[in-house]
Nanobody, 121 residues
Framework: VQLQASGGGLVQAGDSLRLSCATS????????MAWFRQAPGKERAFVAA????????YYVDSVKGRFTISRDDAKNTVFLQMNSLKPEDTAVYYC???????????????WGQGTQVTVSS
C-alpha cells in the first residue's frame, strides 16, 4: 500500500487547511486510516482516525471540535480538515493505514511521506 499526503502549508493562526492522503495498491475500504503529527523535537503523536464500515472517528483531545477526519472510499482518499489552527498545531503530518482497529498505536504498517503544516501567530 502506498500513501501520498498533500495539502500542507504556511498559514496564520485561525486559518484552515485541508490535508489529503491518496492511497494505492491496497483495498482502501478495508483499512483504518489515521493522521499523526510530529512537531520539532517531539515524538510522532496520534491526531485522528476513521474506521472502515461504520466510519467511527477518533481524535486526540487537543483537536476535538477543530479537526475533522473523513474518507472517500470511491477515491481511495482520506482527508483532515483543520480549522481554527493554532501555532501548536505546527508539525509534519503523516497519514497511515492499518487493518486492525487499535487506532492509537504507532505501529501502523503503512505510512505516507508527511506534509508540513506551519501555523504562525
Amino acid at each position: 500500500v502506498q500513501l501520498q499526503a498533500s495539502g500542507g502549508g504556511l498559514v496564520q493562526a485561525g486559518d484552515s487547511l485541508r490535508l489529503s492522503c491518496a492511497t494505492s495498491g491496497g483495498s482502501f475500504s478495508q483499512y483504518l486510516m489515521a493522521w499523526f503529527r510530529q512537531a520539532p523535537g517531539k515524538e510522532r503523536a496520534f491526531v485522528a482516525a476513521i474506521t472502515w464500515g461504520n466510519y467511527n472517528r477518533y481524535y486526540v483531545d487537543s483537536v476535538k471540535g477543530r479537526f475533522t477526519i473523513s474518507r472517500d472510499d470511491a477515491k481511495n482518499t482520506v482527508f483532515l480538515q483543520m480549522n481554527s489552527l493554532k501555532p501548536e498545531d505546527t508539525a509534519v503530518y503523516y497519514c497511515a493505514a492499518r487493518l486492525t482497529k487499535d487506532y492509537a498505536r504507532k505501529d501502523y504498517p503503512y505510512w505516507g511521506q508527511g506534509t508540513q503544516v506551519t501555523v504562525s501567530s
